[in-house]
């Protein structure tokens, strides 16, 4: 009788398209989006602290402290996003290119 042995060959590595310039600005929103949620909600939270502790539960206080985390993280990303290279780059550094 003959035995069958099962194949044990594994699927193909399915290696995506994208371009590496697609993934780094895939990279860049990811961050984008995630630093504003970020920014966002710890902002709007200081916002409603201040509010009880300090306004008499005013409104404004959450929402100005939602717009400055919204604004700090708009200008992270506009940073990102104007700066060449990778996402991951030394924050807040000047990545000068040299030629060799």
């Not at 710890?42 to 206080?61: D, M, T």
């Not at 990303?77 to 807040?92: L, N, P, Q, V």
């Amino acid at each position: 009788m003959a035995e069958s042995k099962p194949s044990t060959s594994s699927p193909p590595v399915v290696r995506s398209n994208k371009p590496v310039s697609e993934a780094l600005l895939n990279d860049k929103w990811d961050h984008a989006i995630s630093s504003l949620l970020i920014r966002s909600s710890l902002g709007l939270s200081f916002g409603v602290i201040f509010s009880v502790l300090l306004f008499k539960r005013r409104a404004w206080p959450a929402f100005v402290g939602l717009g400055f985390g919204a604004g700090r993280a708009w200008e992270e990303a506009d940073a990102a996003f104007k700066r060449g290279g990778s996402s991951t780059a030394r924050e807040g550094l000047r990545l000068v290119r040299t030629q060799e």
